[in-house]
Nanobody
Framework: VQLQASGGGLVQPGGSLRLSCAASGRIDRLDDMGWYRQTPGKERSLVAV???????HYADSVKGRFTISLDIFKNTVHLQMNSLKPDDTAVYYC???????????????WGQGTQVTVSS
């Protein structure tokens, strides 16, 4: 299983970015996908997660600004980030909880990080 993230970059405060992450390989069941972020010296923290049924959860700091969506048929998660602030600057990591084979429990898989920099 591989997770391929894309869409990071440099944006001015108040701007927008859209991150995408596609899971590929052997996937029998996808339970949820989400985004985490990490800055130097700090632990990785949850930004947003979406389940296969469409339930979502957001960190308080991004509620009302970020929107997570899931294309279950393409095993792809998107994170639309609006009204970006300098505090949103971080490396963003894609995560998927999935079972590669029927009868097995879910495991967590991580994509490579993508840098998001919010600066004027």
């Amino acid at each position: 299983v591989q997770l391929q993230a894309s869409g990071g970059g440099l944006v001015q405060p108040g701007g927008s970015l859209r991150l995408s992450c596609a899971a590929s390989g052997r996937i029998d069941r996808l339970d949820d996908m989400g985004w985490y972020r990490q800055t130097p010296g700090k632990e990785r923290s949850l930004v947003a997660v979406i389940t296969d049924t469409g339930s979502t959860h957001y960190a308080d700091s991004v509620k009302g600004r970020f929107t997570i969506s899931l294309d279950i048929f393409k095993n792809t998660v998107h994170l639309q980030m609006n009204s970006l602030k300098p505090d949103d600057t971080a490396v963003y990591y894609c995560n998927a909880a999935l079972a590669p084979y029927a009868g097995l429990g879910s495991k967590n898989y991580w994509g490579q990080g993508t840098q998001v920099t919010v600066s004027s």
